[in-house]
């Protein structure tokens, strides 16, 4: 990986990683989380169950990997967030849509998703 691409990656996991800090004082856990499995099961927002398997998601998809184990798939939060905001950073040939990069969804919604995610 080039030093730009480490660089940029670097830059982009630390600005996100604020993000989540504030996610996490502005509404309590349990509201984000609800929030955030809202979002990812909306068809017209997250879509996640459109390419993933989730354990109570119904018609999941299959082009993704399944949702699970996520705290020991991306020991560190910020890691996970970085991947739902820009998959195309690690894998410039992955189908997952950029969600942050392309504005799909917005900071605090990349925050809530993560939150759901990450609890899986």
């Known amino acids: ?51 993933h398997m989730i354990a109570d998601g119904d018609l999941p998809g299959n082009l993704g990997p399944p949702l699970i184990a996520m705290k020991a798939r991306y020991p560190d939060k910020a890691a996970l967030r970085a991947q739902i905001w820009d998959s195309t950073v690690s894998n410039p040939r992955t189908t997952m849509p950029p969600f942050g990069k392309h504005g799909i969804l917005s900071d605090e919604e990349i925050d809530l998703v993560t939150e759901y995610i990450y609890s899986l």
């Open 1 to 51: 990986m080039s030093r730009f691409v480490t660089a940029a990656l670097a830059g982009v996991i630390l600005s996100l990683a604020g993000g989540l800090l504030a996610t996490g004082t502005a509404m309590g856990a349990d509201d984000a989380m609800a929030k955030g499995r809202e979002l990812a099961f909306d068809r017209k927002k997250g879509n996640c169950l459109a390419c």
